[in-house]
């Protein structure tokens, strides 16, 4: 789609700044929904490591630039050149939106928003409910911390006891203590462990790399793990139909995909920025 709008002096500048980063969707999506809108705004991406990032941060400041969102290896990084931090980042200790308010920064996450939110639309408010989350990575966290603080009952991760996993341990104890929710931390090759795990949830979500291309073949659940009702979210987005949402479907659970969750942190985002609602059905069709 082009963009209606002509750029002119008044053109708003939105940034995105990771490497690498020029596969990503986020300018499709956010300049779709900036022009759908009729909103002055372009949405660019900025090849920024680590070693750029102070001096990118200032400049983006000193432009003036409203905000942008921040990808790897910058989503840990940031916090320190930034005036505020939302408490979820502070439990998932990653920044993907700064806002800048007249020259004040605060750094959020709305990954964990994306994925509650993609839950809501799908029928299920994640309040009083037991979530079984696979994986302890930066997806992982965001989703445990958003969770925790809109009042989740119990959340359950599973990790391999890789280096994912001592971490883990010490930021569960930071998320319960910061929120009262109840947490544990198993070996995901504890299999039993995890069937009956699963069995008692409201919530089974893959927020590992496991079922994304070219390992579209693998999934960390039997379809004898799940059961009829079960919300079974993969923030897996590629391929859109994953084998554990398929799974999913055949036993009656209720599938959602990661795409949603890629939507919604994206409109929480565009929301932070803009005051408005992002169209979701024009950002969606721009991701293709
Ligand atoms: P990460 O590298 O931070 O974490 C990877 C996680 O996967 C770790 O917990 C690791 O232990 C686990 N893992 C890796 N290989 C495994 C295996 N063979 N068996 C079991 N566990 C394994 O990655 P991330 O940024 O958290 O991303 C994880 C997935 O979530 C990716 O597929 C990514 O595309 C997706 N994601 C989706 C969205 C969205 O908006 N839908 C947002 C962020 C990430």
């Given at each position: 789609?082009?963009?209606?709008l ?7 500048l ?9 596969h990503s969707?986020?300018?499709?999506m ?6 759908a809108l009729?909103l002055?705004y372009v949405?660019?991406?900025?090849e920024?490591g ?11 400041k ?9 990808s790897?290896?910058?989503k ?11 408490l979820?980042?502070e439990?998932?200790g ?8 007249d020259?004040?920064?605060t750094?959020?996450?709305t990954?964990g928003t ?11 408010d994640?309040?009083g409910?037991?979530l079984?989350?696979?994986?302890a ?6 989703i ?5 603080i809109?009042?989740?009952?119990e ?7 890789d280096a ?9 104890k ?5 929120t ?8 995901i090759?504890?299999k ?5 795990e699963i069995?008692s949830?409201?919530v089974?979500?893959?927020a590992?790399s496991?079922g994304?291309?070219p390992h ?6 039997e379809?004898s ?6 919300y079974v ?10 084998l554990?949402?398929q ?7 209720i599938?959602?995909?990661g ?10 985002s565009?929301?932070l920025?803009?005051g408005k609602?992002?169209?979701?059905d024009?950002?969606?069709k721009?991701?293709g």
């Amino acid at each position: 789609m082009g963009r209606e709008l002509a750029i002119t002096g008044h053109t708003e500048l939105i940034g995105l700044v990771a490497t690498p980063i020029r596969h990503s969707m986020s300018p499709q999506m956010h300049n779709a929904a900036f022009d759908a809108l009729g909103l002055d705004y372009v949405y660019l991406v900025f090849e920024v490591g680590k070693e750029e990032l102070k001096d990118t941060v200032a400049g983006l400041k000193a432009m003036k630039v409203r905000g942008w969102n921040v990808s790897m290896p910058n989503k840990g990084d940031i916090g320190q050149y930034l005036d505020h931090v939302s408490l979820v980042s502070e439990l998932c200790g990653a920044i993907n939106t700064v806002v800048n308010d007249d020259g004040v920064l605060t750094g959020t996450s709305t990954d964990g928003t994306g994925f509650v939110r993609a839950l809501k639309e799908n029928g299920l408010d994640i309040k009083g409910k037991k979530l079984v989350l696979l994986g302890a990575g930066g997806a992982a966290a965001a989703i445990m911390a958003q969770c925790a603080i809109d009042g989740a009952r119990e959340i359950v991760v599973f990790n391999k006891k890789d280096a994912f996993y001592a971490k883990a341990q010490e930021r569960i104890k930071l998320i319960e203590e910061k929120t009262g929710v109840e947490m544990h931390l198993y070996d995901i090759d504890d299999k039993a462990l995890l069937k009956q795990e699963i069995d008692s949830a409201d919530v089974l979500a893959n927020a590992t790399s496991v079922g994304m291309v070219p390992h579209q073949d693998s999934c960390l659940v039997e379809e004898s793990d799940l059961h009829e009702g079960l919300y079974v979210f993969d923030c897996v987005y590629n391929p859109k139909d994953t084998l554990l949402l398929q799974r999913a479907k055949k036993v009656g659970a209720i599938p959602v995909s990661g795409v949603y969750m890629l939507l919604y942190q994206g409109a929480e985002s565009f929301k932070l920025w803009t005051g408005k609602e992002m169209p979701i059905d024009i950002a969606r069709k721009a991701i293709g």
